[in-house]
C-alpha cells in the first residue's frame, strides 16, 4: 500500500490542493478511532464520511446469522463512505475500526458541498473508487484460490503497510473474522510464523519481524492491491498537478 502521508495523514486529501484541502479542514473533525468504533451500520443512514490517516477500518457484510466476512479494508489511501459518493444513503454493509487509529471526520451536507465546489475532488474519488474496487475482486479471488497461510500474510502486510510501524494490537478472534476462518485455523499459521521469526504476537499485540519472509510466504494479490494503489496515488497526483496548472 502507501506510506508516508503529510500534513493532514490522508492520502486523497494530501493530494487535494491548498483550496481543496483548506476548505475541509475547516468544516471537519478530527477523531479517534478505537477498536470496533463504527463508523456506519448497515441499513442505517450514513451521517459522516471519514478519511483514516491512522489504523485500519474493515468493511464487513453479513454471511450468516452470527457470521460477518471482510471485503475491503481502508487505511490512510482512502476514504469510508463510497455509498454516499455514488448516490445511496445506506448500504447493507458495516464499517468499523479493525485497528485503532484516527480519522478526518465530515458531515454529509459538508462532504456533498465539497463536490459541488471543487470538482476534482470527484475525480480524486473516483479514482480510489477503482482501486477499491480491485481490492474486492482480488480478495474474492483470494479467499476462493488460496491457503489460509497465505491469505493471512497477505492480510497482515496490507495492514502493517497502513500503520507504517511494525506493531498493532490484533487479537487472533479478529483476525479470523477478517479471513472469513475459524479462529482454529488462523491458530497454527500465527505459530508457525512466530516460529519462524517472521512476528511475534502475544496477547493481542502483533509485531512484524521479518517482512521480506512475511511477503515471500504471502500469494501474488497483496502485490496486485498494492501496485494498484501505488497507481492511484499517481494518478491523483496528475489530477493536482492539471488543476494547478489551469
Known amino acids: 500500500m502507501i506510506q508516508n ?13 491548498d483550496s481543496l484541502k483548506e476548505f475541509i479542514l475547516e468544516r471537519m473533525e478530527t ?13 442505517k443512514p450514513i451521517r459522516n464520511i471519514y478519511f483514516p490517516t491512522k489504523g485500519v477500518i474493515s468493511w464487513v457484510q453479513k454471511a450468516g446469522e452470527d457470521k ?19 448516490g445511496a444513503d445506506r448500504t447493507p454493509g458495516t464499517s468499523f475500526a479493525q485497528i485503532p ?23 480524486i474519488l473516483q479514482r480510489y473508487v477503482q ?22 500474510a497477505r492480510w497482515l502486510l496490507a495492514s502493517h503497510d497502513r500503520m507504517g510501524q511494525p ?13 472469513g476462518v475459524r479462529r482454529s485455523g488462523v491458530n497454527p499459521v500465527a505459530r508457525k510464523f512466530q516460529n519462524a521469526g ?3 504476537y502475544a496477547r493481542g499485540d502483533m509485531t512484524i519481524l521479518d517482512r521480506a519472509a512475511l511477503e515471500a510466504r504471502s500469494c501474488i494479490c497483496y502485490g496486485i492491491v498494492r ?14 498537478n492539471h488543476q494547478a496548472s489551469r
Open 198 to 200: 517472521i512476528i511475534r
Open 227 to 240: 501496485d494498484e494503489f501505488r497507481r492511484m496515488l499517481r494518478d491523483i497526483k496528475k489530477v493536482d
Open 167 to 179: 506493531s498493532f494490537f490484533l487479537t487472533q478472534e479478529f483476525l479470523a473474522q477478517m479471513l
Open 131 to 152: 482501486a477499491l474496487l480491485v481490492q474486492i475482486a482480488q480478495g474474492n479471488a483470494c479467499n476462493s484460490s488460496h491457503p489460509v497461510e497465505e491469505r493471512c
Open 68 to 86: 460477518f466476512v471482510e471485503v475491503a479494508t481502508v487505511g490512510n489511501e482512502g476514504f469510508v463512505g463510497v455509498p454516499v459518493l455514488l
Open 5 to 17: 502521508a503529510d500534513k493532514c495523514g490522508n492520502h486523497l486529501l494530501d493530494a487535494a490542493d
Open 31 to 43: 477523531v479517534s478511532l478505537d477498536l470496533k468504533d463504527v463508523c456506519y451500520e448497515a441499513n
Open 101 to 123: 487509529g484516527g480519522a478526518i471526520k465530515i458531515s454529509i451536507k459538508d462532504f456533498h458541498e465539497s463536490l459541488a465546489t471543487f470538482p476534482e475532488l470527484l475525480s
